[in-house]
């Protein structure tokens, strides 16, 4: 099966950066968008970026635009999340995930993501 591993998490000072990565790794799949999530302790897994592979195009909560730029390597099988100025808000396990199959209404939608990466923890502190 494929797999989604995340990697990159770490504690960090609230203004500072982080960089994660999404490689998928086994057999080969379809991918139409590739984005991440993150959920924080008693909320729910709320959508924070995303690309369509098909062109690049980029799509971001606003809660995290102008902060945060998403970016594929397709020949790694990667996508990234570079996070500046980071606030304790921030902080939560970050999924990333894959849309495999077409028909994607809403790239922010959890429901189009059929792939999912075990996440990685992002704590900031303040």
């Known amino acids: 099966q494929v797999q989604l591993v995340e990697s990159g998490g770490g504690l960090v000072q609230a203004g500072g950066s982080l960089r994660l990565s999404c490689a998928a790794s086994?057999?080969?799949?379809?991918?139409?968008?590739m984005g991440w999530f993150r959920q924080a302790p008693g909320k729910e897994r709320e959508f924070v970026a995303a690309v369509r592979w098909s062109n690049g195009n980029t799509y971001y909560a606003d809660s995290v635009k102008g902060r945060f730029t998403i970016s594929r390597d397709n020949a790694k099988n990667t996508v990234y999340l570079q996070m500046n100025s980071l606030k304790p808000e921030d902080a939560a396990v970050y999924y990333c995930?894959?849309?495999?199959?077409?028909?994607?209404?809403?790239?922010?939608?959890?429901?189009?993501?059929?792939?999912w990466g075990q996440g990685t923890q992002v704590t900031v502190s303040s």
């Open positions: 086994g057999r080969t799949f379809s991918r139409y968008a």
């Open positions: 995930a894959a849309a495999t199959r077409p028909g994607i209404v809403l790239m922010s939608l959890r429901q189009d993501y059929d792939l």
